[in-house]
């Protein structure tokens, strides 16, 4: 099971569809696949160096002190773990979304990440989107970066260092 950590006025709010079988038994967002940790080092977000986040234990740890550390948090839409995206039902995501959103309100993350155009389309019901700045919400700013498993790590650097910029960090 994931615990997800949510402070208030935090710099960053990672927002993913859902949770991975693989990262749900570790507890920690984004760790079955440590791409997505390994892009937060590159770009400067995190301080830690991929030998470190290798290690489930250490990144476990971490996850529990990153709001604090580094001021940024993790949320998925759909806590419930599967495969792939694939399987998930229409409607699955109703209660996330309603629970996101109360979250941004409240907590008003300075920059909201939605991870992938699946994840923002769950959240805003459209699926024509593009990848970059959105419309604000809540006074959040609102960005779609692409997913971090598929195509050039370049790219996913260069969107996390905006995103870190527009968040201040």
């Known amino acids: 099971m994931i615990k997800y950590y949510i402070s208030k006025n935090a710099a960053i709010?990672?927002?993913g569809i859902n949770p991975?079988?693989?990262?749900?038994?570790?507890?920690?967002?984004?760790?079955?696949?440590?791409m997505f940790w390994y892009l937060l080092s590159?770009?400067?977000?995190?301080?830690?160096?991929?030998?470190?986040?290798?290690?489930?234990?250490?990144?476990?740890?971490?996850?529990?002190?990153?709001s604090?550390?580094?001021?940024?948090?993790?949320?998925?839409?759909?806590?419930?773990?599967?495969?792939?995206?694939s399987t998930l039902r229409k409607g699955d995501e109703t209660v996330g979304v309603?629970?996101?959103?109360?979250?941004?309100?409240q907590k008003k993350p300075k920059v909201v990440c939605f991870i992938g155009k699946v994840t923002?389309?769950?959240?805003?019901?459209?699926?024509?989107?593009?990848?970059?700045?959105q419309k604000k919400f809540s006074n959040s700013i609102v960005y779609v970066m692409h997913f971090p498993v598929r195509g050039y790590a370049s790219v996913?650097?260069?969107?996390?260092?905006?995103?870190?910029?527009?968040?201040?960090?």
């Open 13 to 15: 709010l990672f927002v």
């Open 68 to 85: 604090k550390r580094y001021k940024i948090n993790f949320i998925n839409i759909i806590y419930k773990p599967t495969k792939n995206v």
């Open 120 to 133: 923002f389309a769950k959240f805003n019901g459209n699926n024509k989107i593009r990848f970059g700045l």
């Open 42 to 66: 590159d770009a400067g977000i995190i301080q830690e160096k991929r030998e470190f986040l290798k290690d489930n234990r250490k990144l476990k740890k971490l996850y529990g002190e990153i």
């Open 156 to 169: 996913r650097i260069r969107e996390l260092k905006a995103i870190k910029k527009l968040a201040r960090l």
């Open 20 to 34: 991975h079988f693989g990262s749900y038994s570790i507890g920690v967002p984004f760790s079955n696949n440590k």
């Open 98 to 105: 309603e629970r996101l959103s109360r979250i941004i309100m």
